[in-house]
Protein backbone atom coordinates (compact mmCIF):
# COMPACT_ATOMS: atom_id res chain seq x y z
CA UNK A 1 0.00 0.00 0.00
CA UNK A 2 1.18 3.27 -0.72
CA UNK A 3 1.08 5.93 1.69
CA UNK A 4 0.98 10.43 1.58
CA UNK A 5 4.06 11.40 3.84
CA UNK A 6 1.77 13.34 6.37
CA UNK A 7 -0.64 10.51 5.87
CA UNK A 8 2.18 7.92 7.07
CA UNK A 9 2.92 10.18 10.09
CA UNK A 10 -0.47 9.77 11.26
CA UNK A 11 -0.86 6.42 10.77
CA UNK A 12 2.37 5.78 12.70
CA UNK A 13 1.01 7.74 15.01
CA UNK A 14 -1.92 5.91 15.38
CA UNK A 15 -0.18 2.54 15.37
CA UNK A 16 2.70 3.07 17.33
CA UNK A 17 2.76 3.35 20.60
CA UNK A 18 4.05 5.79 23.81
CA UNK A 19 4.83 5.21 27.11
CA UNK A 20 2.70 8.68 27.88
CA UNK A 21 2.74 12.04 27.30
CA UNK A 22 6.33 13.45 26.37
CA UNK A 23 7.59 16.87 28.75
CA UNK A 24 8.99 17.74 25.34
CA UNK A 25 7.92 21.86 24.60
CA UNK A 26 5.42 22.84 21.47
CA UNK A 27 5.75 25.47 19.66
CA UNK A 28 5.00 26.89 16.01
CA UNK A 29 8.07 27.44 15.38
CA UNK A 30 8.93 23.77 15.80
CA UNK A 31 5.54 22.92 13.96
CA UNK A 32 6.75 25.10 11.12
CA UNK A 33 10.15 23.55 10.83
CA UNK A 34 9.09 19.90 10.91
CA UNK A 35 6.44 20.78 8.18
CA UNK A 36 9.61 22.39 5.74
CA UNK A 37 11.44 19.28 6.71
CA UNK A 38 8.44 17.41 5.14
CA UNK A 39 8.53 19.17 1.95
CA UNK A 40 12.18 18.34 1.70
CA UNK A 41 11.42 14.46 2.56
CA UNK A 42 9.00 14.62 0.02
CA UNK A 43 11.02 16.00 -2.70
CA UNK A 44 12.82 13.30 -2.33
CA UNK A 45 12.50 11.33 -5.24
CA UNK A 46 13.62 14.25 -7.42
CA UNK A 47 16.73 14.58 -5.79
CA UNK A 48 19.96 14.35 -7.92
CA UNK A 49 21.90 12.72 -5.21
CA UNK A 50 23.10 9.33 -4.19
CA UNK A 51 20.33 7.09 -3.44
CA UNK A 52 20.81 7.04 0.66
CA UNK A 53 23.00 10.09 0.87
CA UNK A 54 20.13 12.92 1.73
CA UNK A 55 19.24 11.75 5.21
CA UNK A 56 16.58 14.49 7.81
CA UNK A 57 16.49 14.44 11.10
CA UNK A 58 13.40 14.85 12.99
CA UNK A 59 13.10 15.36 16.72
CA UNK A 60 10.20 14.63 19.14
CA UNK A 61 9.22 18.56 19.93
CA UNK A 62 9.09 19.00 16.55
CA UNK A 63 6.65 16.36 15.57
CA UNK A 64 4.53 17.03 18.55
CA UNK A 65 4.34 20.61 17.85
CA UNK A 66 3.27 19.91 14.10
CA UNK A 67 0.66 17.82 15.62
CA UNK A 68 -0.83 20.39 17.29
CA UNK A 69 -0.41 23.13 14.65
CA UNK A 70 -0.66 21.74 11.32
CA UNK A 71 -2.04 18.10 11.85
CA UNK A 72 -5.41 18.70 12.84
CA UNK A 73 -7.08 18.24 9.03
CA UNK A 74 -4.84 14.65 9.04
CA UNK A 75 -6.04 13.61 12.33
CA UNK A 76 -9.40 11.41 11.76
CA UNK A 77 -12.23 12.72 13.74
CA UNK A 78 -12.56 10.98 17.33
CA UNK A 79 -8.70 11.43 17.56
CA UNK A 80 -7.22 14.11 19.68
CA UNK A 81 -4.23 15.44 21.35
CA UNK A 82 -1.71 12.76 19.69
CA UNK A 83 1.60 12.55 20.84
CA UNK A 84 4.64 10.70 19.70
CA UNK A 85 7.81 9.44 21.86
CA UNK A 86 10.64 8.41 20.02
CA UNK A 87 12.42 6.56 22.57
CA UNK A 88 15.32 5.04 20.99
CA UNK A 89 16.50 1.58 19.43
CA UNK A 90 13.57 1.34 16.80
CA UNK A 91 11.07 1.83 18.96
CA UNK A 92 8.26 4.72 19.51
CA UNK A 93 5.31 5.03 21.19
CA UNK A 94 2.05 7.60 20.59
CA UNK A 95 -1.21 8.52 22.77
CA UNK A 96 -4.12 10.17 21.95
CA UNK A 97 -7.07 10.68 23.28
CA UNK A 98 -9.96 8.66 21.41
CA UNK A 99 -13.96 8.35 21.10
CA UNK A 100 -14.30 4.28 21.58
CA UNK A 101 -18.38 5.21 21.38
CA UNK A 102 -18.56 4.76 17.30
CA UNK A 103 -16.33 1.81 17.36
CA UNK A 104 -17.95 0.17 20.66
CA UNK A 105 -21.52 0.36 18.89
CA UNK A 106 -19.96 -0.68 14.90
CA UNK A 107 -18.61 -3.82 17.28
CA UNK A 108 -20.29 -4.95 20.11
CA UNK A 109 -22.40 -8.16 20.00
CA UNK A 110 -23.42 -7.27 24.02
CA UNK A 111 -21.50 -10.75 24.87
CA UNK A 112 -20.06 -11.17 28.11
CA UNK A 113 -16.74 -11.97 26.82
CA UNK A 114 -16.98 -9.17 24.08
CA UNK A 115 -14.38 -6.31 25.46
CA UNK A 116 -16.55 -3.99 23.24
CA UNK A 117 -19.45 -4.26 25.43
CA UNK A 118 -17.71 -2.44 28.34
CA UNK A 119 -15.82 0.03 26.49
CA UNK A 120 -16.93 3.88 25.20
CA UNK A 121 -16.70 6.87 26.14
CA UNK A 122 -13.22 9.48 25.05
CA UNK A 123 -10.27 7.91 26.96
CA UNK A 124 -6.68 7.71 26.66
CA UNK A 125 -5.25 5.07 24.55
CA UNK A 126 -1.32 4.19 24.51
CA UNK A 127 0.88 2.20 22.13
CA UNK A 128 4.14 1.25 22.26
CA UNK A 129 6.35 -0.86 19.64
CA UNK A 130 9.15 -1.17 17.29
CA UNK A 131 9.40 0.68 13.89
CA UNK A 132 11.04 -1.50 11.36
CA UNK A 133 11.56 0.23 8.48
CA UNK A 134 14.36 -1.18 5.64
CA UNK A 135 14.78 -0.88 1.74
CA UNK A 136 11.81 0.85 1.44
CA UNK A 137 9.25 -0.99 3.37
CA UNK A 138 8.09 -0.35 6.87
CA UNK A 139 6.11 -2.92 9.62
CA UNK A 140 4.87 -2.00 13.18
CA UNK A 141 5.14 -4.41 15.59
CA UNK A 142 2.99 -3.64 18.60
CA UNK A 143 4.56 -4.24 22.01
CA UNK A 144 1.52 -3.10 24.15
CA UNK A 145 -1.26 -1.24 24.32
CA UNK A 146 -3.59 0.43 27.27
CA UNK A 147 -7.09 2.04 26.99
CA UNK A 148 -7.04 4.41 30.36
CA UNK A 149 -4.24 2.58 31.92
CA UNK A 150 -5.44 -0.39 31.68
CA UNK A 151 -3.73 -3.19 29.10
CA UNK A 152 -5.77 -4.19 26.41
CA UNK A 153 -5.27 -7.32 23.72
CA UNK A 154 -3.56 -6.52 20.47
CA UNK A 155 -7.04 -7.30 18.52
CA UNK A 156 -8.75 -4.45 20.03
CA UNK A 157 -5.84 -2.20 18.85
CA UNK A 158 -6.08 -3.52 15.84
CA UNK A 159 -9.71 -3.10 15.26
CA UNK A 160 -9.57 0.55 16.85
CA UNK A 161 -6.85 1.37 13.85
CA UNK A 162 -8.81 -0.12 11.42
CA UNK A 163 -11.68 1.43 12.44
CA UNK A 164 -10.02 5.09 12.27
CA UNK A 165 -7.76 4.87 9.34
CA UNK A 166 -10.39 3.92 7.36
CA UNK A 167 -10.84 6.24 3.71
CA UNK A 168 -12.80 6.04 0.64
CA UNK A 169 -9.80 3.74 -0.83
CA UNK A 170 -9.24 1.56 2.12
CA UNK A 171 -12.87 1.61 3.31
CA UNK A 172 -11.83 -1.56 5.91
CA UNK A 173 -8.88 0.70 7.08
CA UNK A 174 -5.64 -0.35 7.70
CA UNK A 175 -4.39 -3.70 9.52
CA UNK A 176 -1.30 -2.84 11.34
CA UNK A 177 0.30 -5.92 10.76
CA UNK A 178 0.52 -5.32 7.30
CA UNK A 179 3.70 -4.01 5.75
CA UNK A 180 3.58 -0.76 4.20
CA UNK A 181 5.53 1.28 1.32
CA UNK A 182 7.67 4.30 2.90
CA UNK A 183 6.76 6.99 0.67
CA UNK A 184 9.27 9.89 -1.49
CA UNK A 185 11.66 7.26 -2.15
CA UNK A 186 12.37 7.16 1.96
CA UNK A 187 14.68 3.85 2.29
CA UNK A 188 14.87 3.74 6.05
CA UNK A 189 13.72 5.34 9.35
CA UNK A 190 16.26 5.12 11.86
CA UNK A 191 14.83 5.35 15.24
CA UNK A 192 17.02 7.06 17.86
CA UNK A 193 16.47 8.87 21.48
CA UNK A 194 14.39 11.84 21.51
CA UNK A 195 14.82 11.82 17.47
CA UNK A 196 14.22 9.68 14.27
CA UNK A 197 16.48 10.34 11.10
CA UNK A 198 14.89 9.62 7.72
CA UNK A 199 17.22 8.27 4.98
CA UNK A 200 16.01 9.07 1.27
Do not use: C
Not at 6 to 16: D, W
Not at 127 to 147: C, M, N, P, Y
Amino acid sequence: MQVTLPHAIVIIALSAAAVHATDAKLSRQHADSFHQKILVIADGRGAAEKAGSRRTALNESELNSWFAFHAQPLIPRGVAEPKISIIGQGKVGAEAIVDLDAVAKSKATGGVLDPWSYVGGRVPVAITGILHTKDGIGRFQVESAEVSGVPVPKTLLAELVAYYSRTENHPNGINMDDPFELPAGISRIEVGQGQAVVVQ
